[in-house]
């Protein structure tokens, strides 16, 4: 009976350091992100709900399954990042992100400059780069800074958010802005 009993936990726990190696295994692989190229042009970076609460570093592959001028789509839907600092380069030049359902309260002036056709600049020349739709629906995100400087952006999903306003800075993108989602805040229509 005791010798059964201590079998078990034996087993229990073997499983339980093995299933403890493996997760961590993974994580020396390259960061919680995977990649699924669709087609030559159109790569998906899936970066969600893999419990993370900072922006990861992508996969050391990706540099090589990218395309320069590739469709890069990039979610890190329901994790719980609370600030966004810089993003690292990836290889394509039009660029969705999907932020939804973190935490996100606050987004770093330069989080989107190595996405960003006018941030991004290298030898004396700026990158083909541009970051083309945003979705930061579902945070806690109160204000947008005017620095963003977001040149190509088309489609910003800010619903969902702690908003008072329509942020100003959204006026810096409006050359190219199309689609604007801002359901679900809390808008003072006083002003
Ligand atoms: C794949 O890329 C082409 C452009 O090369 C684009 O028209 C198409 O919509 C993309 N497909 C997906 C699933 O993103
Ligand atoms: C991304 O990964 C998460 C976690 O493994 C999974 O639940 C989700 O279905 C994936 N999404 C896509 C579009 O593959
Ligand atoms: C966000 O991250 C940056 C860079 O690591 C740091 O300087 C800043 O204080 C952070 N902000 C918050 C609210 O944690
Ligand atoms: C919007 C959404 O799908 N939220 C889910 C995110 O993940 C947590 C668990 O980590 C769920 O409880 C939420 O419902």
């Not at 394509?92 to 991004?120: P, T």
């Not at 050359?175 to 809390?186: A, K, R």
Request: glycine share 6%; hydrophobic share 35%; with cysteine.
């Amino acid at each position: 009976m005791n010798s059964t009993n201590e079998n078990v936990l034996v087993i229990l726990c073997a499983l339980f350091f093995s299933a403890h190696a493996a997760s961590e295994g993974d994580d020396d692989k390259g960061g919680p992100c995977e990649i699924f190229v669709q087609d030559v042009n159109n790569l998906t970076l899936n970066c969600s709900r893999r419990h993370i609460d900072k922006i990861p570093t992508w996969p050391a592959t990706l540099e090589t399954q990218g395309k320069e001028d590739g469709h890069v789509r990039i979610t890190l839907f329901n994790n719980s990042i609370s600030n966004v600092t810089q993003l690292a380069p990836v290889p394509g030049n039009r660029i969705a992100i999907s932020f939804k359902s973190n935490k996100i309260v606050e987004i770093e002036d330069d989080a989107f400059r190595n996405l960003d056709h006018m941030g991004s600049y290298k030898d004396g020349v700026y990158s083909d780069i541009d970051l083309e739709t945003l979705n930061l629906g579902y945070n806690e995100i109160h204000s947008l800074d005017k620095y963003l400087g977001l040149s190509y952006l088309r489609q910003i999903d800010l619903s969902g958010n702690f908003f008072l306003n329509v942020p100003e800075s959204l006026s810096l993108v409006g050359d190219s802005l199309q689609y604007l989602t801002f359901n679900n805040n809390p808008l003072d229509c006083q002003t």
